[in-house]
Structure formats: C-alpha cells, structure tokens
C-alpha cells in the first residue's frame, strides 16, 4: 500500500486513503489448519521484536524477566479455549468474494508462494510478522541414496546413472507447504524514516470474510499513530499513565476509522449493498475534508 510509504511530510504525499474491504495478508492465515498456542512453530529467523503481535508495545510492564510462551499459554487457556469462528470461516461461502476464489486468485496473480510475504504486497506484515511460513521439503543427498552395497568407482556409477536417466521419469517437484506460526510485533515506521501516517477510512461487511483484515488494519494503524504522535510530541514510546493511553487512542481513532455495513460491503453494483454509490459519496466527502489545508 503506498499510503505506508508515500506520507513524507512537507513532500507530496499521500494525505488520506480510503480502503473497502482491503486483502491486507495474501497469506490467508485463518485458511491455515490451527495449531495450539503451546504448539505454534517459530518463525525461521528472529523478528524485529520479541513481543508476540497482540501485545501493546507501548504497555507499561516488567520485561527484565519475560514470560516463557509455556507459561503465557497456560494463563490464557481460558481464553484461548473461548476463540469464536473467524470471518474468513464465517463467511466464506458467501456469493460475492467467497475464500475459495480468494484463494484462486492468490494463486493465479503469484508465481511462487514466497511472494504472499512481500510486505508491498501483504501490508499488515509491516505491523507485524506472518502467522504463517513456508516449509521446505528436505533435500535428500540422491547421490549418497543411489550407491550400491558394494563399492563402485566413479566413472561407473557415473555411466550407471547415466542410464538410469532414460529408465525413470523425472519426479514432480515438491513445493512448500504453509504452516501456522507465532508471529511477532513490528514498529512501524521505523524510526529515522521521516514518514507521517496519513487520514484513513476503512470499509467492510459484516458478512465479508474479510472483515478481519480490515479491523486488524485498523488496529495496527491506530496503534501507529498514536505511538508516532506520543513520540513526537513527548519523546517516548511508553505509556505514563491509563489517562495518557486514553487521549492518544481517542486521537488515533480519530484519524483512523472503520466503517462496518451489513452484507459483504463491496463497492460495487455485483454485490447486495445497495447502498454502495451512497457509501462512496460519503467516502468523497470524507476525503474532501480531511485533504483541506
């Protein structure tokens, strides 16, 4: 999305984006077969940050001794036994934008599966990291599986696979398999990049299987602004105070909306929003607004 990238101040810059029912993790997650807390698979190589995604980054807490995600689990049981359907598995079946065309098209505009995780192309991951990850089939050494019991010099184990080439057929490649992982905060911007935020309008149905991804959009965006607009004006990136919290989140709000409207919410004459001209009048309106000197 260039409106995370193109806000420099004082340059042209992107001032306000609308976004109706945006695919912001071509990932597709809540797609993924799920996994239990204690038995999430770390993320290849080390994040950004240590702190899990859900966490506050601006929370005011002891992190001289960090809780073991053992233990993080066994405290959130509860809750964890609590999670309801997502909107992905809630309303995939639906006529407009069903998952199983989601996905189709995934595979139809990416060539290789590593490119859900470009952070142009999935942009929640520049908030935070991927909840899932490519696994890769092992590599057999096919030369140490090819040697016979009994010792053979080179050359004639060379001519030998050399015939065995025009007996065997070739073996379909083996791809990567996508699996459920931990994922890990990001902060973003990051510091020294001079970048600004700007206004932002977010749509989406109530029965869009895509509601997720624009309330978590939303999330990490308010969670953004009002990290970057404490920082600027006081020099800190922690919270002081549950009142302080309080105005800095209002603020965020303020500069980072979600609409929600009954059915799938698509802005187009295909869906049963029939009230889609009147809800991109008002997005017009809107952005007139909020794009006045």
Known sequence: MLALTECHPSESRIGATAANNPIVDWVFPDDLPTV??????????????????????????????????????????????????TAWQQHGDNTSIPTVTLSAERDALFRRPEDYFDRFVSPIHFFRSPHGMLLYPKQDDAWASEQPDSPVDIETQMDLS???????????????????????????????????????????????????????LTKMIRRSVARHTLKKRLGRVRWQ?????????????????????????????????????????????????????
């Open 162 to 216: 050399h015939y065995q080439s025009y007996e065997k057929s070739p073996p379909a490649p083996q791809l990567p398999v996508l699996a459920r992982c931990r994922a890990y905060a990001r902060i973003y911007p990051p510091a020294g990049s001079n970048l600004s935020l700007p206004e932002w309008r977010i749509s989406a149905g109530l029965q869009s299987p895509l509601l997720d991804q624009a309330s978590e």
């Open 36 to 85: 239990a807390e204690a038995e999430l698979l770390e993320p290849a190589a080390p994040d950004e940050t240590a702190m899990l995604a859900d966490e506050d980054p601006m929370a005011l807490t002891d992190r001289s001794e960090p809780e073991s995600h053992t233990n993080f689990t066994k405290k959130n049981s509860k809750r964890a036994a609590k999670q309801f359907p």
């Open 241 to 293: 105070d549950a009142t302080e919290k309080e105005y800095y989140e209002d603020y965020a709000h303020g500069r980072v909306a979600l609409e929600t409207v009954d059915g799938v919410g698509l802005w187009t004459d295909h869906d049963a929003n029939e009230q889609w001209q009147a809800q991109v009048e008002q997005t017009g309106t809107w952005m007139k607004e909020a794009l006045k000197p």
